[in-house]
């Protein structure tokens, strides 16, 4: 069977055409950080899988989870019934995040969603009819229309489905850098927030880190003034820590760099470790209660495989596999040698930026033409990196060898200099 083939003709790609107008290249297996190509290639793995495999791939923790949950039992509907894979990682997503009410789902879209669904009902529960939402210019927050409607409207895909989606509210985005000044992203906040608070349900944002609208790093400081000022209209603050969730960033969640919570907190990518596709969305004992004890009742959302008991037991090991780690001491040690290493890019002509936070290391072009090119000249040094538009960045498992990250970074800088010279 030639599966080239038959991918060509039937299957679509992340963000493609089909067929494909750019190279695929097929995988054989995977191990720790490498991605084994039918071809015989051995790529060194840099982008963790979108965020997701931060223990790198086929850990055998993860792999007993799954394997003894797979005789117990597959999958169980969760309409009135429950099990104990379920409430053993509730405990532990409460535990490691102090908020309180858990709602499992398939994949991070999906949690947002839900995400903006009760904060709806919240507001509709302590009779406000509210239906908007602040969301910061440059942000993702996932692909299916709820959540394509906060992402940022000219970065991303709203021109295609015109009226269809929902009208939210954007606000200026703060400056790049951790601890650079936000006042100009705050004046725009307080405005937007004077001029439309009767209408808005909730502030969506990515803390600390925007991640595929743009790979920005900003001052965790914004986020906490950001809550002073929801707190005073009665909005909800919804943070979307799909991608900077389980120590990316070098703190457990990106909102601890800071001294605040989240009122609804949305997570996924590496909850499982990379391993099957699970969600989650977590609110204060407050939304919970509010809703429930309302005329509403109920939080309408019930997926047909919500808290599946797979996707439940692998994420309890690999949380069990974090905590279990010297992973912050792993992650900052990362941070720094990405800081050390990529900053020479920064001389360069062709490099706007060079950003890195935990184990997000971001080189920004000034011009977005590059993408392809880079890509076929990692492949080519063998190494895994998947650049779009300006951003040439890597994302690698927390448990990377040092030789492996030399290799992941050294092409990055080799790559850079090819472009120089081809140009
Ligand atoms: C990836 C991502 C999503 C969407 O998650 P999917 O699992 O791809 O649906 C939402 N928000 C952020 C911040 C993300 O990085």
Redo the contacts with the bound molecule.
Sequence with gaps: MNYIEIDKNHLWHPYNSLPSKSPIWAVKKTKKSKIYLEDGTVLVDGMSS??SAIHGYNNKKIYKALKTQAKIMPHIMFGGLTHKPASILAKKLVDLTQLNSVFLCD????S?EVALKTAILYQKAKGREKYKFLALENS?????LG?MSVCDPNNSMHSLYGDYLSENIFVKAPNLGIKADFDEALKDLEEKLIKHHKDIAGFIL?PVVQ??GGMRIYNPEYLEKAKELCLKYDILTIF?E???GFGHTGKMFAFNHTNIKPDIL?I??GLTGGTL?M?AMLTTKDISDVISSSSIGVLMHGPTFMANPLACSVANASIDLLLNSSWQKRVLKIEKYFKKKLEILKTSSLVKDVRCIGVIGVVELKDDTNAAKLQEFCVENKVWLRPFGKLFYSIVAYNIGKKELKKIINTMINAIEYLEKEK
């Design positions: 979108w965020w994949s991070g879209s999906v947002v993702y927050h996932g692909d299916t959540a990515e991640g595929a979307d799909i991608a900077t949305t996924g990518k596709t969600a």
